[in-house]
């Protein structure tokens, strides 16, 4: 047998099936446009088919505005108290910097932040109230992201300027309403414990500062109770001489940094205690999963 002749015998190509056979088409015409003795049957498989569409219609709806719902809610709650931590030895070890670029080289993390974080008391006018002052440093705070975005551009640029660090910190905007306060009108911040001395703990101090910025993160909590300020004015303030409390990471997937747990463990060396936002935020994470 030719070639020609094979090629005429063969039968002729497919072109795929769609996603409905033509048996199946013809099925559903045949009850959706039924004679008038089926009108009963035409008007259940109607209703039925509407009731099927709407029904899918509602489900991707909701899905789509929980997704986004979801993400923004991550973005905002992560963005202001980071994805991974790591405690331990690690923070006073005299190689600590060289720690944190190892930790900072781990594919997938993006940022590596030192921290303080210390209780005081705020005063400003008749408002007294408590919270916790996260020491930072000025270089770290654009990876705050809406904290960061909120800034004005004066108090960006002001932030950590100074000896120590400067006097300007930044409030949320939440304590700057409730206590009527604006950038540039004095805060009074004070600690239940001070510096340590040849004589001992000094106790509280008290210090007058300047009110350089006013941030939103988007949740009324934090912009209540958290003050950021230089980390070196923190550490001298809160008799804390060069310790770091923390070491916080911002990652690109947040969803999978599990898998970053060991990586981020290697590089901090052994003995150090890494943890995820999942374990900070269990209530959060609990109800994502939902």
């Not at 005429?8 to 446009?33: C, N, Q, T, V």
Request: charged share 20%; aromatic share 8%.
């Amino acid at each position: 047998m030719t070639d020609a002749a094979t090629a005429a015998a063969a039968p002729p190509a497919s072109k795929g099936s769609g996603p409905f056979s033509s048996w199946e088409i013809g099925l559903a015409l045949r009850y959706l446009r039924a004679k008038r003795k089926q009108g009963g049957v035409a008007l259940i498989a109607m209703i039925s088919f509407i009731g099927i569409m709407l029904a899918v219609a509602v489900l991707i709806s909701v899905m789509s505005i929980m997704a986004g719902f979801r993400g923004t809610l991550m973005d905002r709650i992560l963005s202001f108290n980071g994805h991974m931590y790591v405690q331990g030895p690690v923070l006073y070890a005299p190689d600590r910097d060289a720690a944190l670029k190892l930790i900072g080289d781990v594919p997938g993390v993006v940022s590596v932040t030192p921290l303080t974080e210390s209780p005081a008391m705020f005063r400003a006018g008749n408002l007294a109230t408590g919270g916790m002052v996260r020491g930072v440093r000025p270089q770290d705070l654009a990876s705050m992201k809406f904290v960061f975005e909120s800034l004005s551009p004066e108090a960006r640029e002001q932030f950590g300027k100074g000896e120590y660090g400067g006097d300007h910190i930044l409030i949320g905007k939440t304590l700057a309403e409730e206590a009527g306060l604006r950038e540039g009108d004095p805060i009074s911040l004070y600690t239940p414990t001070g510096a340590d001395s040849a004589f001992g703990n000094l106790g509280g101090l008290e210090k007058t500062y300047i009110v350089g910025g006013i941030y939103t993160s988007g949740a009324a909590d934090y912009d209540r109770a958290f003050i950021f300020m230089p980390l070196e004015q923190a550490q001298l303030f809160f008799g804390k001489d060069g310790v770091w409390d923390i070491i916080e990471m911002k990652v690109v997937e947040p969803d999978k940094v599990e898998s970053l747990l060991t990586p981020v463990q290697h590089a901090a060396g052994a003995g150090n205690a890494v943890t995820d936002w999942r374990n900070r935020q269990a209530a959060i994470w609990g109800a994502l999963q939902v």
